[in-house]
């Protein structure tokens, strides 16, 4: 499984920002998404995790309210949109694969997901 993020940027605080990952499996209905983030010196932090469907989400406490996560089940692709960014946002974001079939425990614990990408830089400016 290959995941490639992209629409990492340098924004002003207060911007928005949308992060798009696509992944190159045959089942990628089938899969828990989440994007986790880690800005230098700091562990990687949850940011958001879908369900298979689209159905249901769940967000870390920093990021509540600004960001949105959605999937595109028949583009591969899962989506963060993030609003009202503040300089703390910014991290390499890294889109994550958990390969359980059609699980439904939307895991913040990194180590929950078996694949993820190169990661895509996010800088806020203040």
């Known amino acids: 499984v290959d995941l490639v993020e992209s629409g990492g940027d340098l924004v002003q605080a207060g911007g928005s920002l949308r992060l798009s990952c696509v992944a190159s499996t045959r089942s990628f209905e089938a899969y828990v998404m989440a994007w986790f983030r880690q800005a230098p010196g700091k562990e990687r932090e949850f940011v958001a995790a879908i369900s298979p469907s689209g159905s249901s989400s769940s967000y870390g406490d920093s990021v509540k309210g600004r960001f949105t996560i959605s999937r595109d089940n028949a583009r591969n692709t899962v989506y963060l949109q993030m609003n009202s960014l503040k300089p703390e946002d910014t991290a390499i974001y890294y889109c994550?694969?958990?390969?359980?079939?059609?699980?439904?425990?939307?895991?913040?614990?990194?180590?929950?997901?078996?694949?993820w990408g190169q990661g895509t830089q996010v800088t806020v400016s203040s």
């Open positions: 994550e694969l958990d390969s359980t079939y059609y699980s439904d425990y939307l895991s913040t614990d990194p180590t929950s997901y078996d694949y």
